[in-house]
């Protein structure tokens, strides 16, 4: 069964500093790899995602995932944060066949000024 | 291009009432996903439909819930008898028939039940 674990409920960064969202997958073959950012209130919007290829990815807003095969870890991370990037982020894993997405539980990140 | 839509964003019952709950995916789109969120959880699969096929609906409750994808018309996802438990956010989800994997998500609906 697949499985997606977001070990950090709640994360808090000054803004100007650098993020990193940790997420690891259980999956039994190679996966489709997903992170959404979910504001208050809000549905999901996707901010990048990894089928196959090279293993950095490039999202809108600035992010950046790496997906780590030998972790079963696909991290998302941000050089520098902005206020406006306070929200929730889920982390999904889907298989091959078709879309069912597997979430984490999702990680809070809080901006201080 | 219209995103995903849902409405009602807001719906209250009152237990034992019935929730209609209904998504428009985008166009072209021809696969629909259902999610609930629980308070303080992440999302979990529910049911995903084809037009007027149920393809995976492993994740719905046995009971009072059930979906349809006609077609003509929104995708309804029905909830009998509703109960506190109930209560959540149901997102809907589409995706274009040759990458089931790119999902567009709704704003979604939440379910209050007094």
């Known amino acids: 069964a697949q499985s997606v674990t977001q070990p950090d409920i709640h994360i808090t960064v000054s803004e100007g500093a650098s993020l990193e969202l940790r997420c690891n997958y259980s999956?039994?073959?190679?996966?489709?790899l997903f992170w959404y950012v979910q504001s208050p209130g809000q549905g999901l919007q996707l901010l990048l995602k990894?089928?196959?290829?090279?293993?950095l990815v490039q999202g809108i807003k600035g992010f950046e995932a790496e997906f780590k095969r030998s972790q079963s870890s696909f991290n998302l991370r941000k050089p520098s944060v902005h206020w406006s990037d306070a929200a929730e982020y889920f982390c999904?894993?889907?298989?091959?066949?078709?879309?069912?997405?597997?979430f984490g539980q999702g990680t809070i990140l809080t901006v201080h000024p | 291009n219209a995103g995903v839509m849902q409405n009602p964003r807001h719906l209250v019952r009152r237990r034992g009432q019935e929730a209609r709950l209904r998504c428009s995916p985008m166009?072209?789109?021809?696969?629909v996903y259902w999610y609930r969120q629980l308070p303080e959880e992440g999302l979990k699969f529910m049911v995903y439909l084809q037009k007027e096929n149920i393809i995976d609906e492993s994740g719905m409750p046995k009971e009072r819930f059930s979906a349809e994808f006609p077609k003509e018309g929104p995708s309804i996802l029905r909830i009998q008898q509703v109960v506190r438990g109930d209560s959540a956010a149901y997102f809907c989800?589409?995706?274009?028939?040759?990458?089931?994997?790119?999902?567009?998500f709704g704003p979604g609906t939440r379910l209050t039940v007094l």
């Open positions: 989800a589409s995706s274009p028939p040759d990458r089931a994997n790119e999902q567009f």
């Open positions: 999956y039994g073959a190679t996966p489709y």
């Open positions: 990894y089928f196959s290829g090279d293993t």
């Open positions: 999904a894993v889907g298989g091959t066949s078709y879309g069912k997405l597997t």
């Open positions: 166009k072209g789109h021809s696969h």
